[in-house]
């Protein structure tokens, strides 16, 4: 076939083939003009610069050989000289390229075989690119789809324009799909892979349910109601929490809808996945009570620091708190995104007896007192002996019972104590061999020297190689369950900041950075972990 022949029908072929697989004109023309090139270069060399100009409205085809102007010719297939170059353009200097017209080419069986392959390689490359355009636009939304096969237990869907995969995991439990089955999921990932775009979708994303309602609620596609959290246990339980930016709309009742219409919509959707739906509360404690319903809940005390609350329920309603397999607690939790310990009534009372007990026999050792003065110092919610030393003697003055003179000797006791306990514990950090140096990092105590150097950290440059977590100790999740490890300074009340800042001051310190060089990497990643 010459280069020259039928340019209508050339036209139409791009036209036809753009058509065909939804891709732009432009792009089947320029992968023609790649093909032609290529096997131009077959017949005039490799080396050769070549360039294939295709009009898009006639269709006509022109081939030109670029040439490199240059003084000093080394190749000639890609390079003129300049006193050449300037009998075709007056104009010409060196590093600028001539175009010289190349002859209509016949293309062989073996040229014309991979002008194929090349259209083909470039029509596929932009399929692909259309369909990873098309679809990562709608990472975070719900997709419908036809099941096309099942391998392996995962699902393969046809989307229309792509397939997209829904991963075992990623599956309802108990949940059977055959070929042809509609199916809706939630898209939650889209890769570029060499085989094209991969499509991930899932059924048991917690976002997945909050589209379905934003689908079933117009108040919440309208913004009225707005999902503050979702939490799932998929197939089983799973609850959501809502609030209304309008105070005459009920969140909960727009949600739950007619006779339960809106919900149980959402439910058919989830293979009969009970929800619950919760207000939601900006104040901790009084979400956390809802979240823990159909249980009641008697008293709750937060630990913000450490982002846990303790839930004290009735004797009763111990076993509603938990929930099968602790599926109540546990979905609690993940709604509002702190740790939760639930005690009953009776458990509290013992605790609280044993740590009364505890303190007061502290304070009965700590400053040689009777057990009468010990459990005043407690009941007044005196917890160590560090608060009864550095109060101000009013307050200890103004127990019932106590004088000023009183309240004196006491602290002059708590005082007398710590002294001694400091003396110990600084006798045991030389006995430990940990450096009077690391003494010099703002925030560490005595007594944490004494742990760090029982953990084999005995020097600035051993404390300037740790991480934050060898300090404060680190979490992991496997399998829904959350595991504990802790550090050498897990039994004092230092923050992972406090921690870092200290491991910091080490570093400069033993002169690894400078004094105002940002946090290291390592630390970062640690962190990140």
């Known amino acids: ?73 080394e190749d000639p297939a890609t390079q003129i000289y300049l006193d050449l170059a300037r009998d075709k353009n007056p104009d010409a200097e060196p590093g600028d390229f001539i175009a010289e017209q190349l002859p209509p080419m016949e293309f062989g069986r073996i040229a014309a075989q991979s002008a194929k392959q090349v259209i083909v390689q470039k029509v596929r490359e932009a399929e692909r690119d259309k369909q ?60 570029r892979e060499q085989r094209g775009p991969q499509i991930f979708l899932s059924r048991t994303h917690p976002q997945f349910m909050a589209k379905l309602f934003t689908m079933e609620v117009p108040e919440i596609y309208d913004g009225i109601i707005e999902i503050k959290a979702v939490a799932r246990d998929p197939g089983s339980r799973a609850k959501i929490a809502v ?64 982002e846990r609350i303790e839930v004290v329920v009735p004797d009763d309603q111990l076993s509603l708190a938990i929930g099968r397999r602790g599926q109540n607690v546990r979905l609690a939790s993940q709604l509002t995104g702190w740790d939760i310990d639930i005690l009953t009534e009776e458990e509290e009372s013992q605790r609280r007896q044993k740590e009364f007990t505890e303190r007061s026999a502290l304070f009965m050792d700590a400053l040689n007192v009777d057990e009468m003065v010990g459990q005043l110092l407690a009941s007044e919610g005196f917890a ?94 496997k399998d829904g369950e959350t595991k504990k490890f802790t550090g050498a300074l897990s039994a004092f009340d230092v923050s992972r900041q406090d921690a870092e800042a200290m491991i910091m001051q080490a570093r400069v310190m033993a002169g690894w950075v400078e004094a105002d060089a940002p946090a290291a990497e390592g630390d970062d990643e640690a962190e990140e972990a």
């Not at 891709?23 to 131009?40: H, L, N, P, T």
């Not at 739906?277 to 008293?299: C, G, H, M, T, Y």
């Open 132 to 191: 990873y355009d098309e679809f990562i636009g709608r990472v975070n939304e719900i997709v419908n789809g036809t099941v096309k096969r099942v391998e392996y237990g995962n699902v393969i869907v046809d989307l229309g324009k792509g397939e997209g995969i829904i991963r075992r995991d990623e599956q309802i439990p108990r949940e059977l799909f055959r070929y042809g089955d509609r199916v809706r999921a939630f898209v939650y990932d889209v890769r």
């Open 243 to 306: 609030v209304s930016r309008d105070s005459s709309v009920d969140p909960v009742g727009a949600c739950v809808g007619m006779r339960g219409s809106r919900v149980q919509a959402v439910v058919g959707e989830l293979q009969g996945e009970k929800i619950d739906i919760i207000p939601w509360s900006p104040d901790a404690a009084s979400f956390l009570v809802n979240a823990l319903q159909p249980a009641e809940v008697a008293k709750v005390v937060l630990d913000e620091d450490a």
């Open 384 to 477: 160590s002996v560090e608060e009864v030393a550095y109060v101000d003697n009013s307050e200890v003055a103004s127990i019932e019972g106590f004088d000023e003179d009183t309240a004196a000797e006491i602290q002059n006791r708590a005082k007398e104590f710590l002294d001694q306990r400091e003396k110990d514990l600084d006798d045991k950090r030389r006995a430990l061999g940990v450096e009077d140096d690391l003494r010099q990092v703002e925030g560490l105590t005595t007594a944490m020297l004494v742990a760090l150097g029982e953990d084999g950290v005995k020097s600035v440059e051993d404390f300037a190689g740790c991480a934050a977590d060898d300090l404060v100790g680190w979490t992991e999740r």
């Open 1 to 73: 076939m010459a280069v020259s022949a039928n340019r209508l029908e050339l036209l139409q072929i791009a036209d036809a083939v753009a058509r065909e697989k939804s891709i732009d004109r432009e792009i089947v023309i320029a992968a023609m003009a790649d093909a032609i090139q290529k096997a131009a270069r077959s017949r005039y060399g490799q080396e050769t610069n070549i360039r294939v100009d295709i009009n898009t409205k006639t269709g006509e085809m022109k081939l030109q050989r670029l040439l490199e102007v240059v003084e000093e010719v």
